[in-house]
């Protein structure tokens, strides 16, 4: 039997965490490229259709071996649901909007590399800005440098880097309230008011009813 739902993305990227939505052990690694990624959190975001997903539903006659997504931490849990197809987007999604380790992605040259995401919060609700500029990949330890790397050219490791370079942490997309309130209280105590980028950057991205948090899901 076949059935088509709309679920909240927030509550799919929430089962994979908890492994009630696992892969069969026959599906192909997680192989999506930094391009790949940001394409696709920007496609989102804009509310365009980026497809759906198949799962189907575990305890049947034929039972496949599941394994949890790459990036999952490690548990012994039974999957009500297996992801058929669509495991690189929602792979990437999760690693992007929810994981608190690096997303494992590559280059266009195929080097493998880790990254964290940050939405630059006034390129994000700037006039015809495309959404995709105003995502920033850096490396797992969040520093971006250059000239081998002597020379730092953002650093994002720490709350009050990121509260300086108004820099959102993609990962804290569903659980934001602390951050904004602190980004808040650092640009307040340094005589900047930021209650309109708030506004707006909430609005746009962050509310529940933003395109980010919506995904259909025909089990």
Same mark, same amino acid.
């Given at each position: 039997?076949?059935?088509?739902?709309? /679920?909240?993305?927030k509550?799919?990227?929430?089962w994979a /965490?908890?492994?009630?939505?696992?892969l069969p052990e026959?599906?192909?690694?997680?192989?999506?490229?930094?391009?790949d990624?940001?394409s696709?959190?920007?496609s989102?975001a804009k509310g365009?259709?980026?497809?759906? @997903?198949?799962?189907l539903?575990t305890?049947?006659?034929?039972e496949?071996?599941?394994?949890l997504?790459a990036?999952?931490p490690?548990?012994? *849990?039974?999957?009500t649901? @297996? @992801?058929l197809d669509?495991?690189?987007?929602?792979t990437?999604l999760?690693?992007?909007?929810r994981?608190t380790?690096p997303?494992?992605t590559?280059?266009?040259?195929?080097t493998e *590399? /880790?990254?964290?995401y940050?939405?630059d919060?006034k390129?994000?609700v700037?006039?015809?800005?495309?959404?995709?500029d105003a995502i920033?990949?850096?490396p797992a330890?969040?520093?971006?440098r250059r000239n081998f790397?002597k020379e730092?050219v953002l650093?994002l490791s720490t709350?009050?880097g990121?509260?300086e370079?108004?820099?959102?942490p993609?990962n804290?997309?569903?659980?934001?309230?602390?951050?904004?309130y602190?980004?808040?209280d650092?640009?307040?105590?340094?005589?900047?008011?930021?209650?309109d980028?708030e506004?707006?950057f909430?609005?746009?991205?962050?509310?529940p009813?933003?395109? @980010?948090?919506?995904?259909?899901?025909?089990?």
């Amino acid at each position: 039997m076949f059935d088509s739902t709309k /679920e909240d993305l927030k509550d799919i990227l929430r089962w994979a /965490e908890e492994g009630r939505l696992q892969l069969p052990e026959f599906q192909r690694d997680y192989v999506w490229g930094d391009s790949d990624v940001r394409s696709l959190v920007a496609s989102v975001a804009k509310g365009f259709p980026v497809g759906a @997903l198949l799962t189907l539903e575990t305890g049947g006659e034929i039972e496949f071996k599941p394994r949890l997504l790459a990036g999952v931490p490690a548990k012994d *849990v039974r999957p009500t649901e @297996l @992801l058929l197809d669509g495991q690189q987007r929602v792979t990437s999604l999760y690693q992007a909007t929810r994981s608190t380790t690096p997303v494992r992605t590559r280059t266009p040259k195929g080097t493998e *590399v /880790e990254r964290f995401y940050f939405l630059d919060i006034k390129a994000a609700v700037a006039a015809g800005m495309e959404f995709e500029d105003a995502i920033i990949g850096v490396p797992a330890d969040r520093i971006v440098r250059r000239n081998f790397g002597k020379e730092i050219v953002l650093d994002l490791s720490t709350p009050e880097g990121q509260f300086e370079h108004d820099a959102f942490p993609l990962n804290c997309i569903f659980d934001s309230r602390n951050w904004f309130y602190d980004w808040r209280d650092y640009w307040k105590a340094r005589g900047r008011d930021v209650s309109d980028l708030e506004r707006d950057f909430d609005r746009g991205v962050v509310d529940p009813r933003h395109p @980010l948090q919506d995904a259909d899901h025909p089990p």
